[in-house]
C-alpha cells in the first residue's frame, strides 16, 4: 500500500500552483515587458525557456523523492517560499506593484533556493536530479535579482542611468561564474551548475548586441 507522503504533496501542489500563476501572467504581461525593456541588461524572452529546463528537473525531483522522506517540514516550508517568491514576483512585476514589494518577492525566491540548496547537499549523491534542480534555479534567481535591481533602479525609481548599470550587471555576469569556478577548482565547493545560467545570459546578451550593431547603418 502506498504510503501518503503528505509533505511532498504540499511541495507539489506549491510547485504547481506556481507554474500556473506564472503561464497566467506570461499571457498577459505585455505591460510589464516594455517597462523592463528599459533596461539593456534585461535578457531576450527566448532565454527565458531555462525555466523549462527547472521545472522539468524539479518535477522529476518532486517525483523521484515522494515517500522517500527527503520532504521535511522545514524542506517543504523553504520550498514553498521559493515557490511563492517566485510566483509572486512574477505577478507583481506584470502589475506595476510597488518596487519595495516586487523586490522583498524576489529576495524571498533567491534566498529561499539558496538555503534550499545549501541544506540538500548531503542528498545530492541520493536523488540524482537535485543537484541540477537546485544548483540552476540558484544561478537563475540570482540573475533575477540582479535584473530586479536594475528595473527597480533605473526604471522605477530612476536613481541610475541604464548605461551605468549595464556596466555594473555585465561585470556582475562575468565575474560570479569565475568566483564558483575558482571556488571548484580549489576543491573548496561543487557549485558549477550554478555558472550555466550566467553563460546563457552572457551569450544571449552579446547575441543581441552583435544583430543589433549589424543592424545598425
Known amino acids: 500500500m502506498l504510503q501518503i507522503d503528505a509533505n511532498a504533496i504540499v511541495a ?14 506570461s499571457a498577459k504581461r505585455s505591460q510589464a515587458i516594455e517597462r523592463f525593456s528599459k533596461l539593456s541588461i534585461f535578457p ?26 527527503f520532504w521535511t517540514i522545514p524542506y517543504t516550508t523553504v520550498f514553498a517560499l521559493i515557490c511563492l517568491g517566485n510566483a509572486g514576483s512574477q505577478y507583481a512585476g506584470s502589475k506595476d506593484a ?4 516586487y523586490f522583498a518577492l524576489l529576495f524571498t525566491m533567491f534566498a529561499s533556493s539558496v538555503l534550499f540548496m545549501v541544506w540538500s547537499v548531503k542528498f545530492f549523491g541520493d536523488i540524482p536530479f537535485l543537484k541540477s534542480a537546485t544548483q540552476l534555479y540558484v544561478g537563475w534567481a540570482s540573475i533575477a535579482i540582479l535584473v530586479g535591481i536594475g528595473v527597480i533602479l533605473v526604471c522605477d525609481l530612476q ?25 571548484y577548482f580549489v576543491g573548496q565547493s561543487d557549485f558549477r551548475i550554478v ?13 543581441r548586441a552583435l544583430s543589433t550593431h549589424q543592424l545598425t547603418p
Not at 521545472?55 to 522517500?68: F, K, P, R
Open 159 to 183: 536613481l541610475v542611468s541604464d548605461a551605468i548599470f549595464t556596466k555594473i550587471g555585465l561585470a556582475v555576469l562575468s565575474s560570479v561564474p569565475l568566483v564558483f569556478l575558482g571556488s
Open 44 to 69: 531576450p524572452a527566448w532565454i527565458f525557456s531555462i525555466w523549462l529546463v527547472i521545472w522539468a528537473l524539479q518535477a522529476a525531483l518532486l517525483i523521484h523523492s515522494y515517500g522517500s522522506g
Open 195 to 207: 555558472v550555466i545560467p550566467y553563460v546563457g545570459v552572457l551569450t544571449a546578451l552579446a547575441l
Open 12 to 25: 507539489i501542489s506549491a510547485f504547481i500552483l506556481h507554474i500556473f500563476v506564472n503561464f497566467q501572467v
Open 98 to 101: 510597488p518596487w519595495y514589494v
